[in-house]
């Protein structure tokens, strides 16, 4: 079933979750690990992300270096495939720009539609570690709006072989959008037209980045609805957990933490503090966006379910 649906026919706020393949060499038993205990909460649908290549540098004879492409996380398709049999719940793999051709993507999507897999969140994807900025295949897509349009047009029955009308696919789009603007965007209000720009292409909801102040959840909800967008939008979530989080989160999303929250942070003397901080903070969080009808709350677990069994607890 399409996540919007899934959105349409809800009474209630729902519980979806999102996880990261296993590195490479691990067995999907890790995957299972991770989801059994927030099963309890009855995901309507459960996201697994995409990771792209990165290049490793190997010293060869006589000082000559040699540069590796490795792929540390495969396997997005195959958990999803997998997730989809074992639970009965639909998954949705995150598909992106980087490092594919228009012609790999078109594939990717016959893969997926043959494996009954109907739903995608369609993204950019990061610059690899290596390059500082985003750097498209040369036969591939620049903006996730290019992809959206072209999983639009295969629902429409347009594939890249020209003049050929073949059977439509029927995938739903997910997009991502951002309370805290994009960090290569000019200003809020050139992203929140490109955001636009995704749904007129045929995304019919959005996934929030994480946020840590849910004033700037709701801003851009107002936001969004004042320039036309109408789609559900799904705040994203992610509960602190490592003194490491403290700065990495706001370095590598481009989120600032709230004054609260950035005090107990600074109490925290230990992991197993910033942890309870991040349980009781995003608690808080939950339940004021569900109090507010958000159609969803989406978590970003990282892999680390246990912590948002423990929030999910409290609020679903
Ligand atoms: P876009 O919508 O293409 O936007 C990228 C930038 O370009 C923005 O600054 C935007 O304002 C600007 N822009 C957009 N369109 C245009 C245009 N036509 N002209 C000029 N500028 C434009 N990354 C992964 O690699 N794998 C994942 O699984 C993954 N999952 C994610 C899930 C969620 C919910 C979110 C929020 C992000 C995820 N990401 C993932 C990260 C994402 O790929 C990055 O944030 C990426 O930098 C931007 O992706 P996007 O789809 O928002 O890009």
């Known amino acids: 079933m399409k996540v919007i649906d899934h959105l349409n026919a809800a009474n209630d706020t729902l519980f979806s979750f999102e996880i990261l393949p296993p590195l490479k060499g691990k067995s999907i038993q890790s995957i299972f690990d991770g989801i059994d205990p927030l099963m309890e909460f009855k995901p309507k649908f459960i996201n697994v992300t995409y990771h792209r290549e990165e290049y490793i540098y190997k010293e060869r004879e006589q000082g000559l270096l040699e540069k590796i492409a490795i792929r540390k996380r495969p396997g997005t398709v195959g958990i999803c495939a997998a997730i989809m049999n074992k639970y009965q719940v639909d998954a949705v793999p995150h598909l992106i720009c980087g490092g594919f051709s228009k012609e790999e993507t078109e594939n990717a999507l016959i893969d997926l539609q043959f494996l009954g897999i109907d739903n995608v969140l369609a993204l950019r994807g990061d610059s690899i570690k290596t390059e500082s900025n985003f750097k498209p295949h040369p036969q591939g897509h620049r903006y996730a709006v290019e992809l959206i349009e072209q999983i639009q047009e295969m629902n429409s029955g347009n594939y890249l072989i020209e003049d050929i009308q073949l059977e439509p696919t029927d995938f739903c789009i997910g997009a991502a959008g951002y309370p805290e603007k994009h960090f290569e965007a000019m200003n809020l209000t050139t992203d929140l037209q490109y ?22 959840y709701f801003e851009f909800v107002e936001a969004c609805r004042n320039i036309g967008i109408t789609v559900p939008i799904i705040p994203g979530l992610k509960p602190l957990k ?3 989080h403290i700065s990495f989160l706001p370095k590598f999303f481009h989120i600032d933490y709230p004054e609260q929250l950035s005090k107990e942070l600074l109490s925290c003397k230990s992991n197993a503090d910033v942890e309870q901080v991040g349980i009781e903070w995003a608690i808080q969080q939950s339940k004021e966006l569900k109090a507010a009808g958000v159609p969803c709350i989406h978590y970003y677990t990282m892999s680390n379910s246990e912590q948002v069994k423990k929030i999910a607890g409290e609020v679903f």
């Open 242 to 244: 490592t003194l490491n």
């Open 195 to 216: 955001l636009k720009a995704k749904v007129d292409a045929g995304a019919s909801y959005i996934v929030t980045q994480m946020f840590f102040d849910n004033k700037k």
